[in-house]
């Protein structure tokens, strides 16, 4: 159980056009998701927090009109990346709590973008 | 300061040996603790939650001191799948919050 489902797990794409990554609770109601986004050899750096039907909060740093985030479900949260720079390639990884924060947080499986 | 450190390694160890990671942590106010584990390229998964008495499964076995704001990670009879980076992953506000990880511990475990 407590399956998050994250797409695309890989996406190349040309400066300047944007990119949207889905993250889907398969088998729970998520009312709250985080984005993460990890460099190469650098932690998970905490993006934004996404609550569904309200706004994102956005981590000091975060550009929040460059990262769009979109809760409109309790299983379906999105982030896209707007008028992307190759300073934006990274790992980008969902993740949800299920029920109690003590279980700890799921995670999808990640979006590796590159943008050239 | 950092707010979760982590000693970057990497550890090589035999396999059967075992290892101790250790992380310290700045927020003093932190309720929760885990330690996750990572694979190249692909997303932290969770090993275990660390708990204030001290928690063991199987071969892994987690110790928190909050006085020292210290977290540590024993792993006993070390396989060669155990070989991946191991995250101090703490929950700063204690509720629904995001995590705030170290930068991970690197571990190769050698046949």
């Known amino acids: 159980g407590a399956v998050v489902s994250q797409h695309p797990s890989w996406v190349i794409c040309k400066s300047g056009t944007s990119v949207k990554i889905e993250c889907r609770s398969l088998d729970f109601q998520a009312t709250t998701m985080f984005w993460y986004r990890q460099f190469p050899k650098q932690s998970l750096m905490l993006m934004a927090t996404s609550n569904e039907g309200s706004k994102a909060t956005y981590e000091q740093g975060v550009e929040k009109d460059k990262f769009l985030i979109n809760h409109a479900s309790l299983t379906l949260s999105t982030l896209t990346v707007t008028s992307a720079h190759p300073e934006d390639s990274s790992f980008y990884i969902c993740s949800a709590i299920r029920d109690s924060y003590r279980a700890g947080y799921t995670f999808g499986s990640g979006t590796r973008l590159t943008v050239v | 300061r950092k707010e979760v450190e982590q000693d970057p390694g990497p550890f090589n160890v035999p396999e059967g040996a075992t290892v101790a990671f250790n992380c310290t942590y700045s927020n003093s106010a932190s309720q929760s603790f885990f330690w996750y584990r990572q694979d190249c390229r692909k997303e932290p998964k969770l090993l275990m939650s660390?708990?204030?008495s001290g928690n063991e499964d199987g071969r892994f076995t987690a110790q928190l001191n909050r006085a020292s704001q210290y977290i540590s990670l024993l792993i006993r009879d070390s396989k060669l799948s155990d070989s991946a980076t191991y995250l101090c992953?703490?929950?700063?506000?204690?509720?629904?919050?995001?995590?705030?990880f170290g930068k991970g511990t690197h571990l190769i475990i050698q046949p």
């Open positions: 660390v708990y204030s």
């Open positions: 992953v703490v929950n700063p506000g204690g509720g629904a919050d995001g995590l705030t």
